[in-house]
């Protein structure tokens, strides 16, 4: 089977033909791989090591294409079905970047006919990184079907435009709560588009962006959610400053780096890198990610959840390297970066 794989640490992408086809287990299912979204983990992964449980391996996670076999136990899916989703990591047969690839049935999204394959590329790595913020951590509660919960309350985004900053600020929204997200002016009108309620630059004085938060929220807020990871001082400062709640908590996806946390405020860090692995806290965070899909599946059969904007950057397994390259430049800022595998 062909695919795309790195040898080593730091080592390039390199397109091979003989990869062995890999068998699903009983709970899962053989995916023919279709698009792949692209996401800064690839770049991390390749160049540091970091989450890889093997090399060679297969990099690529956020899924997009047809199951092609099921497990013997498998009840979700059945050959034909459209999935997508974010696959295990660093793991051998389950990267995208490959013909064919597995993925757990409770960790996969059934694709619903009002979105295409291209569009489920950009959804799966995003809305369960969000999931895990705004659920797991800042305990918002996903709404049931024709429910409406309505808050005064605001929960404060940063970096609302990228893939985790879109979904986390569509579903801060469906659970009921106004949004003020910080993100690039040429953003703005994207993100009230998708639900938020009010945007700041963060290239703006950060006093400047705190007066703007302040004023448009009336300081009720004690959640604030970096979903750049380049945004934790601002963070910081933003509750320290302009929230009045007496409890104080702030997530990041940024779980590299040392915080040094002020007493007041509770400091939590996303680890999606963890999905679908062994071990008690892998396992506690499989089981929450596998809570949270029937709903954001539901969400995404409804339109609430909105797919991001793409944009093809390459066209099969030698366009790979490239594709991921240009992902990284950042020049298609508000959109998914998506690669055509098949
Ligand atoms: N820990 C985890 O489990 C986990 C999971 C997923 C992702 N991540 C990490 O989360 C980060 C975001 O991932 P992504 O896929 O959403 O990235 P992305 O789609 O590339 O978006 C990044 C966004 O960050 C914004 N940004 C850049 N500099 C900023 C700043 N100083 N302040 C606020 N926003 C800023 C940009 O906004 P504008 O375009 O508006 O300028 C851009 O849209 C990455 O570092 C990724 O590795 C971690």
Same mark, same amino acid.
């Given at each position: ?16 033909? *003989? ?24 770049? &991390? %992964? ?10 060679? +391996?297969?990099?690529? @996670? ?5 199951? $092609?076999? $099921? ?14 989703? @974010? ?15 597995? %993925? ?9 006919? /009002? ?6 590329a950009t959804l799966g790595v995003g809305s369960l990184t969000a999931s895990l913020g705004l659920a797991a951590v800042l305990g918002l509660r996903f709404p049931e ?6 808050? *005064?309350e605001w929960i404060i985004v940063l970096g609302g435009s990228g893939a985790v900053g879109q979904a986390t600020v569509q579903i801060a929204r469906l659970c009921g ?6 993100? =690039?002016? =040429? /953003?703005?009108?994207?993100?009230? =588009? ?15 962006? #705190?007066?703007? +938060? ?5 300081? /009720?807020?004690?959640?604030?959610? *970096? ?10 400062? +933003?509750?320290?400053?302009? =929230? ?10 940024? *779980?590299?780096?040392? +915080?040094?946390?002020?007493a007041d405020v509770s400091i939590s860090r996303i680890k999606l890198g963890m999905i679908g692995q062994p071990g008690t806290e892998e396992q506690a965070v499989t ?5 949270? #899909? ?13 797919? %991001? ?14 594709? $991921? ?6 020049? &298609? ?10």
């Open positions: 089977m062909k695919g795309v794989t790195v040898a080593s640490p730091g080592a390039p992408y390199v397109v091979v033909e *003989d990869l062995e086809k890999p068998a699903p287990g009983p709970n899962q299912v053989l995916v023919k791989s279709l698009f792949s979204g692209i996401n800064p983990v690839e770049t &991390y %992964m390749q160049s540091t090591g970091v989450l890889v449980h093997a090399w060679p +391996i297969v990099l690529g @996670c956020d899924a997009s294409g047809t199951v $092609v076999s $099921v497990g013997s136990a498998v009840t979700k899916f059945k050959e034909g079905d459209g999935v997508f989703g @974010c696959t295990r990591l660093g793991v051998p047969g389950y990267g995208t970047f490959q013909e064919y690839h597995l %993925m757990d049935e409770g960790l996969a999204f059934r694709k619903p006919s /009002n979105i295409t394959h291209e569009q489920a079907k024709g429910e409406t919960p309505s808050s *005064d709560y106004p949004v003020f997200t910080t993100c =690039s002016p =040429s /953003n703005s009108s994207l993100l009230k =588009s998708i639900g938020a309620s009010a945007t700041v630059d963060y290239k703006l004085e950060l006093a400047d962006q #705190i007066a703007k +938060i302040e004023e448009t929220t009336g300081g /009720n807020f004690g959640r604030v959610f *970096d979903t750049s990871a380049l945004s934790t001082a601002a963070a910081l400062e +933003i509750l320290a400053k302009a =929230s009045k709640a007496k409890e104080k908590k702030f997530v990041t996806v940024d *779980d590299w780096s040392d +915080i040094k946390a002020p089981k929450d990610l596998e809570s949270y #899909i029937p709903y954001l599946e539901t969400y995404v059969e409804e339109g609430k959840l909105r797919p %991001m904007q793409y944009e093809i950057v390459g066209d099969g397994f030698q366009a790979v390297a490239e594709a $991921v390259k240009t992902s990284n430049t950042g020049k &298609y800022g508000g959109k998914k970066c998506v690669v055509k595998l098949a």
